[in-house]
């Protein structure tokens, strides 16, 4: 078996909805210029707040992706 190099990444997804779903927009987002993403790890989750109510839902991911063998 062949040895792998990774790359780590910080990606900050956001969204009005959900956690969930800023992590789901910020890998949908990345998986276009970036290939062979391979695990994402949520790091951080917050908040912004506008006029006393949630304005909008932040997730930062580590994600990974393997470096290409061009060997």
Request: net charge positive; proline share 0%; glycine share 2%.
């Amino acid at each position: 078996m062949a040895e792998s190099t990774y790359k780590i990444i910080e990606l900050v997804g956001v969204s009005r909805i959900s956690w969930e779903d800023a992590a789901r927009s910020a890998i949908a987002v990345a998986t276009k210029s970036i290939r062979d993403l391979r695990v994402a790890e949520v790091v951080k989750l917050d908040i912004t707040i506008e006029n006393d109510n949630i304005a909008a839902y932040r997730a930062r991911l580590k994600a990974s992706f393997k470096y290409l063998d061009l060997m």
